[in-house]
């Protein structure tokens, strides 16, 4: 079994914005004080992921992946923790289309 790499064309809920990625949620959500069905994702760096590493020293892996896509979403580690798991996909989606 091999597996396939995912792209941009296969997301419909992924749209490029400059060198970022634009998540559109399946609903809205309260975040930063706004009600938004979108999150704008920027591209990682290593400082990122020794920064997500060290903010959740100690917590399991979920915890430092939340606290990327935090970082790199700009937003509270809450507001992550607060998406659906649909909506957390498709998170991981976008974040997948950084690394591979």
Avoid: W
């Avoid at 997301?11 to 999150?39: C, M, N, P, R, W």
């Avoid at 935090?70 to 992550?80: F, K, S, T």
Wanted: charged letters at 25%.
């Amino acid at each position: 079994m091999t597996d396939t790499k995912v792209t941009l064309a296969d997301l419909d809920f992924v749209a490029e914005q400059g060198h970022d990625y634009q998540i559109t949620l399946s609903k809205d959500y309260q975040i930063l004080g706004a009600t938004s069905a979108t999150l704008t994702m920027r591209e990682p760096t290593v400082q990122d992921l020794l920064a997500s590493e060290m903010q959740a020293k100690g917590k399991s892996d979920a915890e430092q992946e939340i606290m990327m896509f935090a970082n790199l979403c700009g937003v509270p580690p809450e507001a992550i923790k607060g998406l659906t798991l649909r909506d957390y996909k498709r998170v991981q989606s976008a974040y997948k289309l950084f690394i591979e």
